[in-house]
């Protein structure tokens, strides 16, 4: 068996910096710091920060007073910052700078009286916090979604979740344009999910099956394995060498690998070791070398 590595792949600028934030604020502040929400999307980055002193949870309510608390890097509403002032909590915020454009998008354009659309995921957490900014309707991507029954001339501007599929994002782009002639759009998916998508597209043609690595509640893992199977390809989403059944490489000579912005290298190579190819080759792919500054409490 051959395994073909795609690139770009694995952790992203965002994911980098929020989990250096954590591991930062437990040197500088001493254990425990609460991390509101999993840091990033994947339990392995999340367990080894536990590891250390960290400890996630869902919600502002259940931290102690006077804490300090990290968000995540899937951004949080106004609500969220309202409620850890009321309980005193010290927060540093590691939202990803990316995500954060989004939130001064939406309120750009509400300030301005147009009315926000933001095309996403259903439930995820940057849904949560972009929803939470300003008023504004979600258009699920997952989906002919149904579209605002409002005036074809009205004022409108359209925001995307940062980890969403490329395809379907540019579908529901064009639904909304067809529907609303005014429209301004700003295509939020980011540079690292654009990558990681493109790079997947590339492999479909050379292989058999495409192994996602990554946890089932990352987005960008998601759509990664939806992308590979849009092209003709069997998929399958898989956290570790664990998940792999072995029926799916019976017979197999080409498996493609690639992993989501939230997964360590390590599992990737886990998971190579567990298959135990004759050969494994590496695509060459767009150098990434985006970086983003730390938060200012931190620098
Ligand atoms: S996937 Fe994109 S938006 Fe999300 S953390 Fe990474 S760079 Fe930021």
Not at 26 to 53: C, F, S, T, W
Not at 110 to 131: A, C, D, N, P, S
Not at 223 to 241: C, D
Request: proline share 5%; glycine share 8%.
């Amino acid at each position: 068996m051959e395994v073909i590595l795609s690139s770009p792949r694995g952790f992203c600028a965002g994911v980098v910096r929020s989990i250096d934030i954590v591991d930062i604020c437990l040197r500088k502040y001493g254990h425990p710091v609460y991390v509101k929400h999993q840091i990033v999307h994947n339990p392995h980055v999340v367990a080894d920060l536990e590891r250390k002193g960290a400890i996630t949870v869902e919600t502002v309510d259940e931290i102690p007073e006077g804490s300090v608390v990290v968000f995540s890097a899937h951004g949080s509403p106004p609500e969220d910052f309202e409620k850890a002032k009321e309980r005193g909590l010290k927060v540093i915020d590691a939202v990803c700078p990316l995500v954060t454009r989004v939130h001064n998008e939406a309120k750009k354009y509400h300030r301005e009286g147009k009315k926000v659309l933001l095309v996403g995921h259903v439930g995820h957490q940057e849904v949560r916090g972009t929803m939470g900014q300003v008023e504004m309707t979600l258009i699920p991507d997952d989906s002919d979604a149904q579209l605002p029954d409002w005036d074809e001339d009205e004022n409108v501007a359209v925001l995307t979740q940062t980890t969403l599929s490329i395809t379907d994002t540019a579908r529901a782009i064009d639904a909304i344009k067809g529907r609303f002639y005014n429209a301004v759009v700003r295509n939020d998916v980011c540079y690292a999910t654009t990558n990681r998508q493109q790079a997947i597209i590339h492999i479909a043609g050379m292989v058999e099956l495409v192994l996602v690595i990554g946890a089932p509640n990352s987005s960008n893992c998601n759509r990664l394995r939806e992308v590979a199977e849009a092209q003709g390809v069997t998929s399958y989403l898989i956290n570790g060498p664990d998940e792999i059944n072995p029926s799916w490489i019976k017979g197999i000579d080409k498996v493609g690998i690639t992993s989501g912005a939230s997964t360590p290298e390590v599992l990737v190579e886990s998971v190579i070791h567990a298959l135990a190819p004759e050969k494994v080759t590496m695509l060459e792919g767009v150098e990434e070398d985006v970086e983003f500054t730390l938060p200012k409490e931190l620098r």
